[in-house]
């Protein structure tokens, strides 16, 4: 599947390795790959990983509080949150959270049932990487992105929502013609 990073095509660094194989068999981590691992492998193979300088992410559950993850960031280069249906937005609020509270500067990757109707809400959220299930929505990820210019919802993607526009026009009209003495809005 294509990886969507920053609003371009590009080569996926991370190898996301499985917890077992067809055969039920755990698969080796690679020596100098970077890895996406799922948190109960990275659980299991955390003290290996700390002795390497191999670049680890891993797919943070939706069914589990964000917060948890903070002892483990100092040591991820990639978080990935899942999508499992389309119809579950737990990970947008993870993703918000993660940036917006827990301070997440690194890559932020939205995995799973990620659709391009869903592309503009993930980069409010914060996700900076998107794998599309569809290789024609990942070639069709700008036109989605400009499908809308205005937005009811504030994020900490630094884009004013309606009301703050709306607001902020109102405070400068009515400094521009002296109505805020009088009490009026404009």
């Known amino acids: 599947m294509p990886l969507i990073e920053n609003g371009k095509l590009a080569p996926d660094r991370f190898t996301r390795v499985a917890d077992e194989d067809e055969a039920g068999q755990v698969p080796p981590l690679p020596?100098?790959?970077?890895?996406l691992l799922?948190?109960?492998?990275?659980l299991k193979e955390e003290e290996a990983l700390a002795s390497t300088n191999v670049e680890?992410?891993?797919i943070w559950p939706n069914n589990k509080p964000i917060a948890e993850i903070?002892?483990?960031?100092?040591?991820?280069?990639?978080?990935?949150?899942?999508?499992?249906?389309?119809?579950?937005?737990?990970a947008y609020s993870q993703a918000r959270l993660l940036r917006e509270r827990l301070g997440w500067k690194g890559p932020l990757r939205a995995i799973g049932n990620v659709l391009r109707d869903q592309f503009l809400i993930m980069s409010r959220a914060g996700f900076d990487q998107i794998v599309?299930?569809?290789?024609?929505?990942?070639?069709?990820?700008?036109a989605?992105?400009?499908?809308?210019?205005v937005f009811y919802q504030p994020t900490g993607d630094g884009r004013k929502?309606?009301?703050?526009?709306?607001?902020?026009?109102?405070?400068?009209?009515?400094e521009h013609d002296g109505s805020k003495d009088r009490g009026a809005t404009a």
């Open 38 to 42: 799922s948190l109960d492998r990275f």
């Open 144 to 149: 989605a992105m400009h499908s809308y210019t």
């Open 161 to 174: 929502s309606l009301l703050r526009a709306r607001l902020g026009r109102s405070a400068t009209r009515a």
């Open 70 to 90: 903070v002892p483990y960031l100092p040591r991820l280069a990639l978080v990935a949150l899942n999508f499992p249906t389309f119809r579950d937005g737990r």
């Open 132 to 142: 599309p299930v569809k290789d024609a929505d990942a070639q069709a990820f700008d």
């Open 56 to 58: 680890v992410g891993i």
């Open 31 to 35: 020596a100098s790959t970077p890895v």
